[in-house]
């Protein structure tokens, strides 16, 4: 897409806060479009890129010295090499070589797709030991419910829900059977992730809050949401001790609730 083209699509978006992009195809024109999300205060966020070089990526980081840029889905379309630095590698620095190309340069935050699926638990237990947590968000990536077999189009395609009700997957064509391995998308909630965090992986819940509010509303410049604090909205979660939900709140009103609730 032509610059000319990418500003009419921005303008259209005035609430845009983070977007995908690829370094690899950005390098090819100077990093033109990411100068433009920067320059409209829109967070680009480096991603859905298999081949981005070392120093495409470098490229890309040195754009915003001051603010952080971010990393889409790290692990998923994108790719590790311990000779050959690609995203994967700058996802896991939390601090960079004492090499004059990474000078002024501050790593990237990543957010990680948490249905266990997408991303193997070994994996996602890494990228927790190797970066604050502070740096950490997690996403569903969720594009259906989660009942076995069900079918729909998504970008053309045909994708068809999982046996477990975890995943979605694309139908090969003339098969009608799912393509084993090429993910399209999960069927989990903010939810499921919190009980993967807390309960496999061994987060504690205060940190783990803070990886699916905090920590996301913050790298997308949202002031309002994202901790209970006097002056942002109140959408709250109320859970047992188990870390069942309860009741939830939106603005501070009921949406939701199980039971009677104590007050």
């Known amino acids: ?7 009419k699509l921005l303008d259209a978006m005035p609430s845009a806060r983070v977007m995908t992009i690829s370094p690899h195809l950005e390098a090819k024109t100077q990093y033109a479009r990411m100068k433009a ?4 205060g829109i967070l680009p966020s480096l991603g859905h890129d298999r ?8 490229g890309a980081l040195s754009l915003s010295p001051g603010r952080p ?3 889409t889905h790290l692990f998923n379309v994108c790719n590790f090499h311990h000779r050959m630095p690609s995203l994967v590698n700058f996802g896991l620095a939390d601090s960079f070589p004492n090499d004059p190309r990474y000078q002024g340069l501050t790593p990237p935050t990543v957010e990680l797709i948490g249905d266990l699926v997408h991303v193997h638990p ?9 970066r604050k947590f502070s740096d950490v968000c997690f996403v569903t990536d969720s594009v259906m419910e989660g009942r076995c077999g069900t079918t729909a189009r998504y ?6 829900v999982s046996e477990d009700g975890r995943t979605v997957s694309l139908v090969s064509v003339g098969s009608g059977k799912s393509e084993g391995g090429v993910l399209a998308g999960s069927c989990c909630s903010m939810m499921d992730i919190l009980h993967n965090l807390t309960h496999t992986l061994d987060v504690p819940i205060g940190q783990a809050c803070a990886m699916l509010s905090e920590n996301p ?3 997308a410049g949202l002031e309002h949401v994202g901790r209970i604090e006097v002056g942002r909205r109140a959408d709250l979660l109320l859970m047992d001790q188990e870390l069942h939900l309860r009741q939830c709140l939106v603005a501070g009103c009921t949406a939701h609730k ?4 104590d007050s």
């Open 1 to 7: 897409m032509p610059l000319s083209g990418f500003e």
């Open 258 to 261: 199980t039971h009677a609730v």
């Open 69 to 71: 840029m971010h990393i």
């Open 51 to 58: 081949v981005a070089n070392e120093e495409e990526i470098i």
């Open 122 to 130: 070994m994996a996602l237990s890494l990228v927790l030991k190797a």
């Open 217 to 219: 509303a913050r790298i």
């Open 155 to 160: 970008s053309g395609r045909e994708v068809q």
């Open 37 to 40: 999300l920067l320059n409209r």
